[in-house]
């Protein structure tokens, strides 16, 4: 058997090597094991990462078309060099990736390639490509395994015409229709990228709004402006079918959600972005008892105990929102846990962004819980529209909102619309971390002109009043 470890992780994800690094941190001895040929999980290799670099790009690409003659930029009719931009794409992914590959050198973890699982408490078994499976003895274990692309019932995925968020971040040319399935996440970031290349979109959504779970009157007001930049939705509706034609189309049959009426679609490329579901194949699981939920994801107690001695598991794997900066949080509390630390994460006080143009922002409650908990809250509005940074950047949609209670002026959630609002939140999750009032908020001096004064007189509106509207 090789060396004992303190610490053996199954999965380099955002959860699987920020757990390594500060466990090694913490002087542990540390192992990483990883199936795939590059560290970094979904999220650097075919999340967050290379999706934002294409996000970026089409972003670029789109204001240099329309957004540059406004501010007195002619370019005639910019082109685009899709072969270019997947090579940022690609660049970027290789350059985030080798970081990882750095920073296991530097904290001196030891990267073990193959499928790992878990053959008793203790005992985890790599078992790589080619060559003999080796045994590896631990003390601890942590689960990182992350989570896939789910899938339709009947719709054959081939990750060129049909695909999911990973051929969607591949394609060679650029789709005259694209239909997305699904209008969360993944279908309104990727939907954007293409929509901005020049695809005609068209988004299939099972439920009556768009970004379940994000604020409805965001994401209903949000939904006007991907209409306006010439996305089109079909909310209420699914898709039952997916045909390919003779010419190389597609044809998706497409009906009313509660059933009825039926439609047929042609696209060159559909995207199935209906969520994620959690991967615990090939872990051996079931042969050592660690508990499942109901979804499929690996059951843990407040600590991330599983229900085997010296089993752990994070991130997509388990419960709750699958975020790369909740993994990387849960990686962090868990190797602070093993050391006798009270490793935490405050998930009342989770930030969550939507990569698109505008962006949205959001950490804490909704408008929807609040009245749905009954709790008594106050609004703070404030539009980009009088927001002088805005307005020099032609930049004035969308607008900022905080909830707080109405007795105690606690700041419960808070959403933001407009540029960069992903980098604004921060301060509300900072404020909302230290269980701020939105007082404190309006209190604080910010620089001006700044996008983020509209996020002070959002706070402002809720006591004696903005000052700029
Ligand atoms: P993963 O990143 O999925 O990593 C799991 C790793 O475990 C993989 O490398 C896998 O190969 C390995 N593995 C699994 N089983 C085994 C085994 N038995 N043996 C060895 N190795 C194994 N989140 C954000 O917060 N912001 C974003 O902007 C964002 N964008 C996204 C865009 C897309 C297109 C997608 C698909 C996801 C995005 N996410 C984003 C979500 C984010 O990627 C995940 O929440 C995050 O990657 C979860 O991290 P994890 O460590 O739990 O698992
Ligand atoms: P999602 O859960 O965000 O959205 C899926 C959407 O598909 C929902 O609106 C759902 O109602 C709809 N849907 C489900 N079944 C359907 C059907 N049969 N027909 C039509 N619509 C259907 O999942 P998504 O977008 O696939 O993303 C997966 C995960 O990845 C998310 O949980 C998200 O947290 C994470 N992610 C995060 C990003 C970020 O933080 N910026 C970016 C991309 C992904």
Redesign the pocket.
């Known amino acids: 058997m090789a060396d004992a470890f303190d610490l053996v992780v199954?999965?380099?994800?955002?959860?699987?090597?920020v757990a390594a690094i500060r466990a090694a941190q913490l002087g542990l001895k540390v192992a990483v094991?990883?199936?795939?040929p590059t560290?970094?999980?979904?999220?650097?290799?075919?999340?967050?990462i290379?999706?934002?670099a294409l996000l970026h790009a089409s972003e670029m690409f789109e204001e240099a078309g329309h957004g540059f003659k406004a501010l007195g930029i002619d370019i005639p009719n910019p082109g685009l060099n899709l072969p270019q931009m997947m090579k940022h794409k690609s660049e970027t992914v290789a350059s985030n990736v080798g970081g990882v590959d750095y920073l296991f050198k530097k904290n001196k973890i030891t990267t073990l390639r193959?499928?790992?699982?878990i053959a008793a408490p203790g005992k985890v078994l790599v078992t790589p490509q080619s060559g003999p499976t080796q045994e590896v003895a631990t003390k601890n274990i942590i689960i990182?395994?992350?989570?896939v692309?789910a899938t339709l019932p009947g719709i054959q995925i081939d990750e060129k015409q049909i695909v999911t968020?990973?051929g969607a971040?591949t394609l060679d040319k650029v789709p005259a229709k694209l239909v997305v399935i699904g209008a969360g996440?993944?279908g309104l970031?990727?939907g954007s990228v293409w929509a901005r290349l020049g695809s005609q979109v068209t988004v299939v959504e099972y439920l009556d709004r768009i970004l379940p779970g994000m604020d409805s009157e965001v994401a209903r007001q949000f939904q006007r402006m991907l209409q306006k930049q010439g996305m089109e939705f079909k909310l209420s509706t699914k898709v039952s079918a997916i045909e390919k034609t003779e010419n190389g189309g597609l044809k998706l049959k497409v009906e009313a959600a509660k059933g009825g009426e039926t439609e047929v679609l042609d696209a060159d490329v559909a995207l199935v972005a209906i969520g994620?579901k959690p991967?615990t194949?090939?872990?051996g699981l079931d042969i050592v008892g660690v508990a499942l939920d109901e979804r499929g994801r690996v059951r843990v107690d407040a600590q991330y105990r599983t229900s085997v001695e010296g089993v752990y598991a994070?991130?997509?794997?388990i419960a709750g929102p699958?975020?790369?900066?909740?993994?990387e949080d849960e990686?962090i509390a868990v190797a602070e846990i093993l050391v006798g630390q009270a490793g935490h994460v405050n998930y009342a006080a989770m930030p969550?962004?939507v990569?698109t143009n505008p962006e949205i922002a959001s950490v804490g409650k909704t408008e929807d819980e609040l009245k749905a908990e009954g709790i008594d809250y106050k609004i703070g509005k404030f539009p980009f529209t009088a927001n002088g940074r805005a307005k020099a950047m032609l930049a004035t949609q969308g607008f900022v909102k905080i909830l707080a209670d109405v007795e105690t002026d606690r700041v419960l959630g808070a959403h933001i619309v407009g540029k960069n609002a992903g980098e604004m939140i921060h301060e509300l999750v900072v404020l909302m971390e230290f269980s701020g009032a939105a007082e404190d908020l309006a209190r604080t001096t910010h620089a001006h002109p700044t996008l983020s004064e509209a996020v002070r007189e959002a706070s402002l509106s809720l006591g004696d009043g903005a000052i700029h509207i």
């Open positions: 199954i999965g380099s994800g955002p959860g699987g090597y094991v990883e199936k795939w560290l970094g999980g979904t999220c650097l290799n075919i999340g967050c290379p999706s934002k193959g499928i790992g699982s990182a395994s992350g989570s692309a968020s990973t971040l996440v993944i970031e990727l994620r991967y194949d090939g872990l994070i991130g997509d794997v699958m975020l790369a900066h909740k993994a990686g969550a962004v990569y």
